[in-house]
T-cell receptor, first 112, second 115 residues
Framework: AQRVTQPEKLLSVFKGAPVELKCNYSYSGSPELFWYVQYSRQRLQLLLR??SRESIKGFTADLNKGETSFHLKKPFAQEEDSAMYYCALRRPPSSNTGKLIFGQGTTLQVKP | EAGVAQSPRYKIIEKRQSVAFWCNPI?????LYWYQQILGQGPKLLIQ????????DSQLPKDRFSAERLKGVDSTLKIQPAKLEDSAVYLC?????????????FGEGSRLTVL
């Protein structure tokens, strides 16, 4: 069964500290992994996808197939990074369904 | 471009009553999703449409939930009769099939409270 696990409900750090939001997944094939973010009073939106290998707002995430993980990292947290972060999995694009399976979410709180 | 529109934003009903939510996706997006998000949990897919056909409704409680997407544009999600455990935010999302990037565009959600 496909599953996404985010072990931390809340991660609290001080401004300028490094951040790592953990995500583990279970899937027998080669999935696509995403990070979505929801800022206060805003819609859920895409932050980054693993196939793009890009850095968005200073965040990066590397897919580790051996450990089945897709942790989100940022070297220096900013107060505006405070939000709810969701890791999500999708079966390969060849599948006729683009549905995303979401983890439970982690609240990131960056203190001044 | 206009985003995904949902209404109503908030709804309070008593158990065993019925409720309907409406969604208008981004223009040109063929794929439409309804997700249920219970407090403290991640969004869970209820149903996915491709144009006006159902692609996946495996997690839709069909004894009480129904959804339709007439003409392949707007969609309505209905709950009848509602139970206490249906209290949640109902998120509508759409995506472009031609781009197939995996990016879903979400609406603001409809928050349902069942008393």
């Amino acid at each position: 069964a496909q599953r996404v696990t985010q072990p931390e409900k809340l991660l609290s750090v001080f401004k300028g500290a490094p951040v790592e939001l953990k995500c583990n997944y279970s899937y027998s094939g080669s999935p696509e992994l995403f990070w979505y973010v929801q800022y206060s009073r805003q819609r859920l939106q895409l932050l980054l996808r693993h196939i793009s290998r890009e850095s968005i707002k200073g965040f990066t995430a590397d897919l580790n197939k051996g450990e089945t993980s897709f942790h989100l990292k940022k070297p220096f947290a900013q107060e505006e990074d405070s939000a709810m972060y969701y890791c999500a999995l999708r079966r390969p694009p060849s599948s006729n369904t683009g549905k995303l399976i979401f983890g439970q979410g982690t609240t990131l709180q960056v203190k001044p | 471009e206009a985003g995904v529109a949902q209404s109503p934003r908030y709804k309070i009903i008593e158990k065993r009553q019925s409720v309907a939510f409406w969604c208008n996706p981004i223009s040109g997006h063929a794929t439409l999703y309804w997700y249920q998000q219970i407090l403290g949990q991640g969004p869970k897919l209820l149903i996915q449409f491709q144009n006006n056909g159902v692609v996946d409704d495996s997690q839709l409680p069909k004894d009480r939930f129904s959804a339709e997407r007439l003409k392949g544009v707007d969609s309505t999600l209905k709950i009848q009769p509602a139970k206490l455990e249906d209290s949640a935010v109902y998120l509508c999302a759409s995506s472009s099939r031609t781009e197939n990037t995996g990016e879903l565009f979400f609406g603001e959600g409809s928050r349902l409270t069942v008393l």
